[in-house]
């Protein structure tokens, strides 16, 4: 038996990795510590094994010591010219020293290029003090601050130490340098970055395990920052190929017993590429055909394989013009009206805003309750060298295979509603997800070309730039409407701010803040500090632009239960039997969240109800952000405002109401907005309509009218 308290247990075995697992111990209370087994051959030279007891698939391997610049250079040596100049301003020793100077971007190049990734603040925490609380071991070696054990001195000391010195100094889990020395860049989802641990020029207090320091961009230079690489790492657990066969054997039973049932594989394979297999069984609704729409949001549609009755058939195909939906005509031979069709679509996917990296970290969006009433499996496999950090709806079951996070979701038919919501899914990867990293400055010539050729009054300079699919997200405009030489042009863009460039497979994204406008059908839209993502494949020795979307942002509340809570916005949403809770994706918004109806409304007709919500630091200007949050609704011509700002209450704050009538693309929209501004916080509600027409809208408005005031009831703003 051990006293109660904090222990970290070293375990060696003949083959095996010595495993590091820290676990929190109960006096006279028999402790089980599950400890990861992971071959030998797992483990880099200088790696240590580092995971928290009952939490063996979260382990990890960290580097004894920070990157020197002698393993810096080794890593740099290789790289062509435009690669190695983006490390301009490192400075890389040439001995046991660490590298140091860096961006946020130099470090996670510098750490992909190690085939690894930067460590979480939740991994530096584990590795600098263990399942301790900060209060009891402030500081990597102990409680109390030791002078010899940590070079960080504001007045005497110059420059770092080599990255194997001060023993003394080191972690449970004997790792060096967690604190001074040089603070070490941490993982980020993009937006910011931040260093840990403290530098050889920090007060104590600056060196404690929890000190984190913001710096100003992912792009400014943190002088004294270097880095430390972590690795995934993944221990045999019989619990995953257990898992795995469970659910292979259940999307067999399932596509064999009969019914109608759509099974939907999703594949993200080690260099980017993602393939979609689907496996349909539905009911005829015509002789002899099954008619399919394929729609893969966020993905372009690539090729396309069909079989049906085990075999490859020839199909009609119709693709939509922004290239994410095929309306398919699969022949099914003799099969009747009401007999059950099966029908296998697998299909190669280019990534834009369905896959997506943010920071160090990436963010893959599929459909989940696009079927109707039908059940439905969705299994999606991620990268080797991949972890999972945040997955919302949660998933049915999760494993591994090999190396390899595999997430299922279920859905019988008593669980789909009426709309369509995405699962998302945030991991990070070891290396890089694509064979080819963008550097910046190619980059920005292609947004910079791009900008150009949308001024320039020749339309063959922007038709050689532009993929046929192209399409212009705020505004919907395609390569079509662009080169109409009819119109004026539709376009203008100035750069204001470059924020990161990343690739997935062979698409490169840069992101970007503009200023800007564009003309569509409803109008012109006056765009100002606008987050904007390029996406572009090189064909050949050129760029084609495939889409330019708005970079929205992913909600940060969370859900338990039925019910959704956003802590800094103050805002809670009770479950009710009258409605399902989904996230939606993409908006400009903190919160961002849909009340959709439980059950199927009039048919034609779309009912929900939308929470945008934002938190600024600043006092921004109100226009610009009532624009972000709509969506830049309020800057487009093709609304009418039905019914002028009138005082109203949204749980427990006062809110200016409006009524909105929206046209575009053939949809209308009656909407009900909520605007309520507290400090520092914004929030709009929308109740929405959509129909084929204004009339039908405001039809469908009126009729649901009691559905919206049940389910605005159980939103509360505190």
């Known amino acids: 038996m051990l006293d109660a308290g904090h222990y970290v247990v070293q375990v060696e075995r003949v083959g095996l990795a010595t ?31 580092v995971a928290a007891a009952g939490a063996p698939e979260r382990a990890f391997a960290l580097s004894r010591t920070e990157l020197s610049g002698a393993e810096a250079a080794r890593l740099l040596a290789g790289l062509p010219p435009e690669q190695r100049a983006e490390f301009q301003g490192v400075v890389v020793p040439g001995d046991d020293l660490p590298v140091h100077h860096l961006t946020f971007r130099q470090a996670r190049a510098l750490a992909a290029l190690a085939g690894g990734h930067l460590p979480s603040a939740a991994e530096f925490a584990l590795a600098a003090r263990g399942t301790m609380p900060v209060a009891a071991r402030p500081y990597p070696w102990g ?15 110059s420059r770092p130490e080599p990255v194997d010195s001060r023993p003394q100094g080191a972690s449970p889990f004997g790792i060096l340098h967690l604190a001074g020395n040089v603070a070490e860049m941490l993982s980020s989802p993009g937006g910011h970055a931040s260093a840990a641990g403290g530098d050889w020029l920090s007060a104590p207090e600056q060196v404690r395990c929890d000190a984190v320091e913001t710096l100003a961009g992912l792009d400014v230079p943190g002088r004294r920052v270097g880095l430390r690489i972590a690795r995934f790492v993944y221990p045999t657990r019989a619990a995953d190929a257990a898992a795995a066969a469970a659910c292979n054997d259940r999307m067999a039973t399932l596509w064999r017993e009969g019914g109608r049932v759509v099974l939907d594989d999703w594949e993200v394979d080690d260099g980017g590429n993602v393939r979609k297999r689907l496996r349909l069984a539905t009911i005829l609704a015509v002789p002899g055909q099954v008619d399919l729409d394929l729609s893969t949001p966020g993905f372009l549609q690539a090729d396309l394989a069909v079989r049906c009755a085990d075999e490859e058939i020839a199909v009609h195909r119709s693709l939509a013009a922004h290239g994410e939906t095929s309306r398919l005509v699969v022949p099914t031979g003799s099969l009747t009206k009401g007999q059950l069709g099966r029908v296998e679509v697998d299909a190669a996917l280019v990534p ?20 109707g009433t039908m059940p439905a499996l969705t299994r999606v496999t991620l990268p080797r060298g991949s972890r999972v950090d945040r997955v919302d709806p949660p998933p049915t ?8 996070p595999v997430l299922v979701w279920e859905f019988g038919a008593d669980r789909l509603g009426e709309r369509a919501f995405a699962g998302v899914i945030r991991f990070r990867k070891d290396g890089f997800l694509t064979r080819h990293w963008p550097t910046r400055a190619a980059a920005m010539a292609v947004v910079e070309d791009l900008f150009a050729a949308l ?31 009819a119109r004026a042009r539709h ?36 765009l100002v500090d606008w987050p904007l993502r390029v996406h572009w494949q090189r064909q050949g020795d050129r760029p084609v632009v495939l889409q330019v979307a708005t970079a929205g942002r992913d909600d940060t509340g969370r859900m338990h239960d039925g ?38 409304r009039a048919s034609g007709s779309v009912c929900f ?38 005082a109203a209450t949204l749980g427990e704050h006062a809110a200016d109401c409006e009524d909105w009538e929206f046209t575009a693309g053939g949809t209308a929209a009656r909407e009900r907005w909520w605007k309520v501004r507290a400090g520092r916080r914004w929030i709009l509600v929308r109740a929405v309509a959509l129909a084929a027409t204004a009339a039908e809208a405001d039809a469908a408005w009126r009729a649901s009218a009691e559905w919206f005031t049940n389910a605005l009831a159980r939103v509360r703003v505190r």
């Open 352 to 371: 834009t805003a369905g896959l997506l990296g943010q920071g160090d970290c990436y963010v893959l969006r599929v459909p989940l309750k696009a079927t």
């Open 143 to 157: 409680a109390t601050f030791a002078a010899d054990s940590v070079h960080a001195d504001p007045v005497r000391a």
């Open 609 to 646: 109800v939308t929470l945008l919500g934002a938190f600024q630091d600043a006092d921004p200007a109100e226009d610009k952000v009532w624009q972000h949050l709509s969506g830049g609704a309020l800057a487009s011509g093709g609304g009418s405002k039905l019914l002028a700002r009138r």
């Open 491 to 526: 376009a203008r863009f100035a750069a204001v701010r470059f924020v990161d460039v990343t690739a997935v497979g062979d698409v490169t994204t840069a992101e970007l803040v503009v200023d800007g406008t564009v003309a569509d059908g409803a109008g012109v839209r006056t």
């Open 563 to 600: 019910a959704y809570v956003h802590d800094e916005l103050m805002v809670e949403v009770a479950p009710d039997p009258s409605f399902t809770l989904a996230r939606t994706v993409g908006q400009l918004a903190d919160m961002q969240v849909e009340l959709q109806p439980a059950r199927a």
């Open 397 to 404: 079951t999760t494993f591994h295979q090999g190396e390899r």
């Open 455 to 485: 001024a320039d009054p020749d339309a063959e300079r922007l038709r050689a730039l532009l993929a046929p699919t192209f399409v212009l997200v705020p505004g919907n405009l395609r390569t079509v409407d662009l080169l109409d030489s």
């Open 19 to 49: 495993a590091n697992v820290a676990f929190e111990g109960e006096r006279d209370r028999a402790i089980e510590v599950e400890v990861p087994q992971l071959h030998l051959a797992n483990l880099r030279e200088g790696e240590v094994l």
